[in-house]
């Protein structure tokens, strides 16, 4: 998206069903339909949409997302609202666990301890999200998150526990 010189400024995106993602759960591995998403072979989640979002990869453990900021990300005081970078770091660490998992085993996010240490804006160029996994239990998993700007500055870090559960 480019940026208008208006007073007004206007947005639209589309989405896919996010059933279709729901869908596969039971088929394939987290790591599997992380890829498959990816890859365009499945759609990305609407969240993805909303916020804009980049690529998406994935390997066992690992996961990277990135986001190229915009107006439409801004906070009162000119810089990337620290919702939407706590989404991109939650969204790294969850999805790095669960690419660990394999098809019927489900997660949710327990926690999100977050820290932000330096403002993002559109002159940060791409933000780069990695999030890995620390320590993976039979009930939770540890993982961690950290997003860099397009200088390599750390911006924001961020730890998570996520609960696992079948999904049956």
């Given at each position: 998206m480019t940026q208008?010189?208006?007073?007004?400024?206007?947005?639209?995106?589309?989405?896919?069903?996010?059933?279709?993602?729901?869908?596969?759960?039971?088929?394939r591995s987290g790591l599997?339909?992380?890829?498959?998403?990816?890859r365009g072979e499945l759609p990305a989640p609407p969240i993805m949409h909303l916020l804009g979002s980049g690529r998406l990869e994935a390997e066992h453990?690992?996961?990277?997302?990135?986001?190229?900021?915009q107006e439409f990300h801004y906070?009162?005081?000119?810089?990337?609202?620290?919702?939407?970078?706590?989404?991109?770091?939650?969204?790294?660490?969850a999805c790095a666990v669960h690419s660990t998992l394999p098809a019927g085993v489900g997660y949710t996010?327990?926690?999100?301890?977050?820290?932000?240490?330096?403002?993002?804006?559109?002159?940060?160029g791409l933000l780069t999200c990695e999030g890995t996994v620390i320590s993976k239990g039979r009930?939770?998993?540890?993982?961690?998150?950290?997003?860099?700007?397009?200088r390599?500055?750390?911006?924001a870090h961020a730890t998570s526990t996520c609960m696992l559960f079948d999904l049956q």
């Open positions: 208008t010189q208006g007073e007004v400024r206007s947005r639209t995106f589309e989405w896919s069903d996010p059933m279709l993602n729901a869908a596969e759960l039971g088929r599997e339909l992380l890829q498959a998403m990816g453990g690992r996961v990277v997302v990135t986001l190229e900021p906070n009162p005081l000119g810089s990337v609202h620290g919702g939407v970078l706590a989404t991109l770091l939650d969204t790294a660490a996010s327990l926690d999100l301890t977050t820290k932000f240490l330096r403002p993002a804006a559109i002159a940060s009930r939770t998993a540890l993982a961690q998150s950290q997003i860099t700007d397009a390599g500055s750390l911006v």
